[in-house]
């Protein structure tokens, strides 16, 4: 498994604070970018407006990645003109939770 994959795969430990679902499933990381100098940046946006809530959800990417050992850094890109949307979760997330086929 590539680090991008690992980091995917860590990501799917840190929970959306409100629905309480991890953040890779309900689709909130649009983009993981490794560089080679060691730094991943992760492009995700949010369930809530909340600063607070949006704090800890982002000191819990960083945790997740950082205890992957192999990063020098992980920045945070919020996109917060995009807004979360239940049509941004993964198809069995959808079956799951609201009944989309």
Known sequence: MNVKDRIYEELKYVFDP???VNIV???LVYDVEVTEDGITRISL???TDDIKQQERLCAGVKFAV???GVMKDVEIIK???VKWTT???NEELKKELIGIN
Request: proline share 0%.
């Open 18 to 20: 409100e629905i309480g």
């Open 79 to 81: 996109k917060e003109t």
């Open 45 to 47: 946006t949010f369930t």
């Open 87 to 89: 049509q941004m979760m």
């Open 25 to 27: 499933d309900l689709g």
């Open 66 to 68: 950082s205890s992957l």
